[in-house]
């Protein structure tokens, strides 16, 4: 008989994966992927940037590059994270193959079997199912509309043993409760790590470019912490360029850069170099800033049809999130409905989310549900809702 690892045997396949075969059915309108909408990618940018490149550029984008990242975009990187008030001089850079695989080679570095892991609940799928593979235990710590609960995370972090290595937060347009941290919040966590450098803080900021108006602007935590809190930024171009460039990356204190990049010449030697030479010439020749203002008045508008939607349809009892930048609203049902028996009601009405379930640390909580605008047609959005809502009250009668 063929013996599987402890590791893999501990998986389960994702319920969002699970969830991507209903949902490619054309007849299907889903809200369940966090995907970017195909129609906003810059195809025809990089068709020209492509185009335009010397045959040197063009080999280079064919060849393995060395593992930190392809050196004219780890340079053009910096400049683009040094904009954003990040520590780019103190920290080491890595280009990773998506953000996803920074917090992966970063739970590889820190996590042993049995470690305790500090998660928000809810909490990024992806992220759970990494630190589940590592085997660590997972703490979730409650959220509302400004980000974690500050006494309850001082609970999860102080109160207990063994004492965790890591806290994961996603305060920038959460995935999937569409909340934003403010500064006041982003001080509080920062204070309960200050001086202790035992526990490693993973800021994950795959959607702060996202934001609808410019006072939403983020500004990370890694800006504002000094160097007695081990901040390790993890960002990515999926949800600007594209998932399919597979490109993120790590900025963290030198020693675990150097630790995460003897972890990835065992995954994949290096991240694709042929995207990078794409990226890189992308910010080299400014063209990040005026497609961000159309990302952002584009997934403004979605945000803004389904928040409409949802007051029109939806019964009293359930209640969301306003998300003020990214791709998701987060629905809170009332509490005696679960998310799963609604799903099938929707199924059969032609409509898909992800239950909340999905993204507790826990795998229980499932009094909510995810709605992604990102991706549906814009004018299916309404119907869509329309479906879910009569599902909501078919379900309570
Ligand atoms: C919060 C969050 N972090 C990280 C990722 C990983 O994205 P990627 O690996 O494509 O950069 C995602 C993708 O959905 C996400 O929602």
Redesign the pocket.
């Known amino acids: 008989m063929i013996r599987f690892s402890r590791s893999v045997n501990a998986m389960q396949s994702s319920a969002v994966r699970e969830l991507m075969k209903v949902a490619s059915d054309p007849d299907v309108i889903s809200f369940a992927g966090?995907m970017p909408n195909p129609d906003l990618f810059p195809v025809g940018e990089l068709d020209e940037i492509y185009a335009s490149l010397s045959l040197k550029d063009k080999q280079n984008g064919f060849q393995y590059g060395p593992t930190p990242g392809y050196p004219p975009l780890l340079e053009s990187l910096r400049e683009y994270l040094r904009a954003k008030g990040l520590p780019v001089d103190r920290n080491d850079l890595i280009v990773t193959a998506?953000?996803?695989?920074a917090?992966n080679l970063t739970a590889k570095v820190f996590v042993d079997a049995g470690d305790s892991i500090v998660t928000e609940t809810p909490c990024?799928v992806?992220?759970i199912s990494v630190f589940k593979f590592y085997q660590a235990e997972l703490r979730g710590v409650p959220i509302n509309e400004g980000g974690v609960l500050i006494p309850e995370l001082d609970k999860a972090l102080n109160g207990v043993h063994p004492t965790p290595k890591i806290l994961y937060l996603?305060p920038y347009f959460h995935?999937p409760a569409g909340i934003v941290y403010g500064p006041e919040r982003q001080r509080q966590v920062l204070n309960l790590l200050h001086h202790r450098g035992d526990v490693v803080l993973i800021e994950?900021d795959?959607?702060g470019e996202l934001y609808f108006e410019e006072r939403d602007r983020p500004v990370p935590m890694k800006a504002m912490a000094d160097d007695s809190v081990p901040v390790c930024y993890t960002g990515?171009f999926?949800k600007i360029f594209g998932?399919g460039m597979r490109l993120?990356w790590l900025l963290a204190p030198r020693d675990v850069v150097r630790k995460c990049e003897l972890a990835k010449q065992g995954v994949d030697a290096c991240s694709s170099t042929f995207t990078q030479v794409l990226a890189d010439a992308f910010l080299r020749r400014g063209m990040l800033s005026g497609y961000l203002k159309r990302l952002r008045e584009a997934y403004a508008r979605r945000a803004k049809r389904m928040l409409d939607s949802l007051e029109a349809h939806m019964p009293k009892s359930v209640k969301w999130t306003v998300p003020r930048g990214g791709f998701y609203i987060w629905v809170q049902l009332p509490s005696v409905m679960d998310a799963s028996e609604l799903l099938e009601k929707s199924v059969r009405r032609g409509t898909v989310f992800v239950v909340g379930k999905a993204f507790d640390p826990q795998g229980k909580k499932n009094d909510c549900l995810r709605l992604s605008f990102s991706h549906t047609p814009e004018d299916k959005i309404d119907e869509g809702i329309r479906k879910i809502a009569e599902a909501v009250r078919e379900k309570r009668q």
Do not use: H, M, V
Not at 98 to 101: A, D, M, N, V
């Open positions: 966090g998506g953000s996803l695989q917090i990024f992806g992220a996603t995935n994950d795959a959607y990515s999926s998932p993120g």
